[in-house]
């Protein structure tokens, strides 16, 4: 229950683009702690079939790498109309 409510909230947060930088680097984490955990328990194949390790992987390079450029607001493309 518990889990699922932080995956919601980070699935939120990184849609919304608050805290793009915190958000991915904490979905990173708990994927990484799911998928270490499945690995632990079940072996090494079903992680690497359900991606988990990709999908962390994905969300480390969106929280170091690509937060890095700023995203250019919206709002202010508006306001030049």
């Known amino acids: 229950m518990l889990a699922t409510l932080i995956e919601t909230i980070l699935a939120v947060g990184l849609l919304a683009g608050f805290w793009l930088r915190r958000f991915a ?10 998928a270490l955990s499945m690995t632990v328990a079940i072996g ?3 992680p690497l079939d359900y991606s988990v390790y990709t999908a ?3 969300a480390a390079l969106l929280g170091t790498v690509l937060c890095e450029h700023k995203m250019p607001d919206p709002k202010s493309s508006l306001t030049k109309l």
């Open 25 to 34: 680097l904490a979905s990173c984490g708990l994927l990484l702690l799911f």
């Open 44 to 46: 090494i194949k079903p």
């Open 56 to 58: 962390a992987a994905g």
